[in-house]
C-alpha cells in the first residue's frame, strides 16, 4: 500500500529551494527577482543557475533575465459594467497587443481599499507599467505608486498627489456645454444626478452644471441637485427624489451612463414620459443610446482616442526611460442631440430664449 506521503503531488520549487541551491539568503533571492535591491555579479551568476537548475517559475523568470521586461501592462479600471471603460479596454489591449505586451485587468468596482490590493498584486506580478482609472483621491493609492519605480498612466480620472501622465476630458467644459442646450431649450428648473466627489470626474461635471446655471443668471439650488455615485440604482433613488417633488424639475442631466438608466426606470416608474413631460440628458454616448426611445441626448467621449494615447504614452515611458515632466492630455466631448430633450412649454418659456428647432451657435450640428 503506497503511503500517504507518496501520493502528494510535488511541489513547485520555491524562492527558499533557489536560495539553498545558490547557497544565498532567501532575502537575496527575493531582492534579485523582485529588483528591490542590486545584487552582485557573482551572487546573480549563482541564482540564476539555481533557478535554472531547478525550474523556479522558468517561463515568466527565464524571460524576465534575459529580457528585463515582463512584457505585461496592468489596467485597473473602476467599473467592469461601464461601456465606457470597456470600450477604453478594448483599445487599449489591442494597441499593446499590437507591440507584444499582455494586459492584466483589475477592476475595482468604484472601491479605493480594493484598488489598493489590486495594484499591490500588480506591483507583485512585476508589472512593466500601469494604467489606472483611479477610485478615489487615495492616500494609501499616493504612497504606494510614489514607490514603484514603474511607468504609470491615469485615465478619465487624475489624482492630486499622484505625478504621473494622464488621458482625461475636459468634463467641466462638455457638461458645461449639455446644460447650455437644456437652457436654449427654455429649462430653469434642471435636476443633476451626480457622481461620486471622490473622484475628478464627479468634481469636474458638478463644476460644469453649476457654471452653466451660474453664466445664465439661475440661481443655483441644492434641492435640485442628487447623488447616484455612478450606480444605476442609487441614481434610480435619486431621481425618484427629484421627481416627486411638487416643483419637480423640467429636465435631468445624468452624469454618466449607468445612472442614466436608473434615471430612465425612475420616470416611467412614476408614470411620467421622456421628453414629453421631463427631457433628459447624459455624459457618456454608449451604444444603445440611439436605442432607447427615446434615443438619448448625450456627451460622448472620444474613447479611440482616449485608449491609443493612453497605451501610447505607457510604451512610450518604458522605451525610453527619463526625468520628462508628465503629459497631461486633455480630450474634449461631443455632445450628441437626439431626440430626449424638448423645449418646454410656452407658458414656461422666455420668448427670446426659445428654442424654434434651428441649429444653435453653441450647437450647429443640433440634431445627430
Not at 299 to 321: F, K, M, S
Amino acid at each position: 500500500m503506497a503511503s500517504v506521503s507518496s501520493k502528494r503531488k510535488k511541489t513547485a520549487p520555491t524562492m527558499l529551494d533557489v536560495a539553498a541551491t545558490a547557497g544565498v539568503s532567501v532575502a537575496t533571492v527575493s531582492a534579485f527577482v523582485n529588483g528591490t535591491v542590486p545584487v552582485s555579479a557573482e551572487l546573480r551568476g549563482r541564482i540564476e543557475q539555481a533557478i535554472r537548475s531547478i525550474g523556479y517559475k522558468r517561463n515568466a523568470i527565464a524571460r524576465s533575465l534575459k529580457m528585463g521586461t515582463t512584457k505585461t501592462i496592468g489596467l485597473v479600471i473602476a467599473d467592469i459594467t461601464n461601456p465606457f471603460f470597456t470600450d477604453v479596454t478594448s483599445v487599449i489591449q489591442d494597441v499593446l497587443h499590437r507591440s507584444g505586451y499582455a494586459v492584466m485587468l483589475c477592476c475595482t468596482d468604484e472601491d479605493p481599499a480594493v484598488q489598493d490590493e489590486q495594484i499591490s498584486l500588480l506591483l507583485d506580478r512585476m508589472v512593466d507599467g500601469l494604467i489606472i482609472a483611479p477610485a478615489g483621491d487615495d492616500h494609501a493609492l499616493e504612497r504606494m505608486l510614489s514607490g514603484a519605480d514603474i511607468p504609470i498612466v491615469l485615465i478619465d480620472r487624475i489624482c492630486g498627489g499622484i505625478n504621473a501622465d494622464a488621458v482625461v476630458l475636459d468634463n467641466q467644459r462638455a457638461v458645461q456645454d449639455a446644460i447650455n442646450y437644456l437652457i436654449s431649450l427654455g429649462h430653469r428648473r434642471i435636476g443633476y444626478i451626480s457622481g461620486s466627489l471622490d473622484t475628478s470626474t464627479g468634481i469636474g461635471r458638478l463644476a460644469g452644471y453649476k457654471a452653466a446655471l451660474e453664466s445664465a443668471g439661475i440661481p443655483i439650488s441644492d434641492d435640485l441637485i442628487r447623488f447616484g455615485n455612478f450606480r444605476e440604482r442609487d441614481a434610480y433613488n435619486a431621481a425618484i427624489q427629484l421627481l416627486v417633488q411638487s416643483d419637480r424639475p423640467s429636465a435631468l442631466f445624468s452624469a454618466n451612463n449607468l445612472m442614466v438608466i436608473g434615471v430612465m426606470k425612475a420616470i416611467r416608474d412614476t408614470g411620467l414620459r421622456c421628453p414629453d413631460d421631463i427631457s433628459v440628458s447624459s455624459f457618456d454616448d454608449f451604444p444603445w443610446a440611439d436605442v432607447f426611445q427615446p434615443n438619448l441626448t448625450t456627451i460622448a467621449q472620444p474613447v479611440q482616442t482616449i485608449g491609443e494615447q493612453a497605451a501610447r504614452l505607457i510604451l512610450g515611458r518604458i522605451a525610453h526611460r527619463g526625468d520628462q515632466p508628465p503629459q497631461r492630455i486633455v480630450l474634449s466631448g461631443r455632445l450628441m442631440i437626439r431626440d430626449s430633450c424638448r423645449p418646454v412649454s410656452d407658458s414656461l418659456l422666455d420668448p427670446e430664449s426659445a428654442w424654434n428647432g434651428a441649429p444653435h451657435p453653441w450647437f450647429p450640428h443640433a440634431k445627430e
